[in-house]
């Protein structure tokens, strides 16, 4: 006789009621926040708002530091849009842990549309040339300050963690689609906008970020976001490097990184190496490549065949001046192995990246300029679907521009407390993975002997990592 199968617990009705009394006990569901906080105060950032970003007219409510602490913890937590300050208002632990309120959504509306300029904006727009569309305004001094603050917070990073003594900078724009009616076209179609980053590669940490309209095209004065990414670094890296899209392919760009006298800039030697736009010079150069000088490059594909091989370029354009070594160009050519065409009828693909780096094989170079799509398109990323910078909040262009590069300094506190004060694991994980293992703890946030203790919902083990963890990142009183 065949029993009866016993019920899967998945099939039975939840065995619980709700009580509609609220707990009177004061508690968090975010015990892991003050970890995140005290990487943002032991950075010194606090008084890095408090010296460039004076916005507030009045003295109540939060001042700046207190505001900007609050967005840094929006982004930790996971929160999306300023709307989302009103859960965090209705987590009374919260408060206890920070020393201090969450500002309500209007308040953090108003404090974001504090650093829009229409002056700036009026004045990118007149001074345009007759056919030109696209401009990038000047910063504000509001929204120049808050970059000054991510710059002097990626310094503190720096000498906290001294031994690393090379900085490779990758540089790239993303797009952002915005429905909202200012949000202009990108080349793609879509409305939304296109900001630029710059990433220290080796220590994942944003340099610099420029926002900017949809219709800007990424080639348009990438100079100005490479010089505000390499004075960004701190005085302990001694080696330079520099990665880029064809974007990037740019004569202001490319003069100023191969001059070692550079203004605006590091002296010495930048080895780098950009994606080249491809021209009918170029074009043909490579078709006259021999044969036998093509080699196959990276791990094997199964249906591509990929080689590379030297070219012998010089471009006749203005960049190429005669007392400057020429650049290294090195052509990359994808065929099919069973000789099919490619879906626009080609039978061969061509690409070309150039250098100024001449120690590394062809193979290896391509290698080293292609390792960026593990840091800045990771990076964009991470900020556009798990911090907050996916979605803009505003019509006004400096209130999303200071959304954006507030997204940027909360992607730094947590490099900062992964890489100084958390274990080795923990280092390569992202947003989503250390609120689901750190941040959302729930704790009872306890008051003894004048004290204000929290206690947490973990393991014994864990609570001892967060001790130090507390302990590695210092606070100056």
């Known amino acids: 006789m065949k029993l009866p199968r016993k019920p899967s617990p998945t099939e039975l009705p939840l065995s ?35 010296q460039h970003v004076r916005i507030k007219q009045r003295d109540r409510g939060l001042d700046e530091a207190a505001m900007v602490e609050s967005f840094v913890v929006l982004n930790a937590v996971g929160g999306e849009c300023v709307d989302d300050f009103a859960q965090l208002r209705a987590d ?11 500002p309500s959504p209007e308040a953090a509306r108003q404090f974001l549309n504090r650093f829009h300029s229409q002056e700036k904006l009026d004045e990118a727009k007149e001074s345009r040339k007759p056919e030109q569309l696209a401009f990038i305004p000047e910063e504000g001094d509001a929204l120049a300050g808050l970059g000054a603050v991510n710059r002097e917070l990626v310094r503190e990073l720096g000498r906290c963690c001294a031994e690393q003594r090379m900085a490779t900078v990758d540089q790239d724009a993303t797009i952002i689609e915005s429905h909202k009616r200012e949000a202009l076209r990108t080349y793609e179609g879509e409305r939304g906008y296109q900001p630029m980053l710059a990433v220290w590669a080796e220590m994942d940490a944003i340099l610099a970020d420029e926002f900017r309209d949809g219709n800007v095209p990424a080639m348009m004065a990438p100079l100005e976001v490479a010089k505000r990414a390499f004075a960004a670094l701190p005085e302990t890296v001694e080696e330079l490097y520099y990665r880029g899209d064809s974007a990037c392919h740019e004569h202001g760009l490319l003069d100023w990184l191969r001059d070692e006298d550079r203004a605006d800039g590091p002296k010495g030697k930048i080895g780098f ?37 030297e070219v012998d370029f010089v471009p006749a354009e203005r960049s190429e001046r005669k007392e400057i070594e020429p650049l290294r160009y090195v052509a990359i050519r994808i065929r099919r192995r069973q000789e099919e065409m490619f879906a626009d009828g080609s039978r061969e693909k061509h690409f070309a990246v150039l250098s100024n780096r001449w120690e590394l094989t062809p193979g290896r170079l391509i290698q080293w300029h292609r390792e960026k799509a593990g840091t800045i398109e990771a990076v964009h990323d991470v900020l556009k679907n798990e911090l907050s910078a996916g ?29 100084i004060a958390l274990p080795a694991e923990f280092l390569r994980a992202r947003p989503k993975r250390l609120r689901f293992l750190l941040i959302n703890t729930a704790g009872r946030i306890v008051q003894h002997a004048r004290r204000t203790i929290l206690r947490l919902a973990a393991l014994v083990d864990c609570i001892a990592f967060w001790k130090e963890a507390l302990r590695l990142l210092p606070v100056a009183t």
């Open 16 to 50: 619980f009621e709700i009580d509609d009394k609220p707990l009177e006990e004061t508690l968090t569901a975010w015990g892991g926040v003050p970890l995140v906080v005290q990487a943002f105060r032991s950075l010194k950032t606090p008084s890095g708002v408090r």
């Open 92 to 102: 009374a632990g919260l408060k206890e842990l920070l020393g201090h309120e969450l």
């Open 273 to 309: 190496v950009v994606s080249a736009r491809m021209s009918e010079a170029l074009r043909a150069a490579i078709l006259g490549v021999p044969e036998a000088e093509w080699r196959p490059y990276g791990e094997p594909h199964p249906g591509e065949i990929r080689e590379c091989a």
């Open 391 to 419: 979605v803009m909040p505003s019509k006004y262009f400096g209130a999303n521009a200071a959304w954006l590069r507030l997204a940027v300094i909360a992607h730094n506190v947590l490099t900062a407390l992964k890489r």
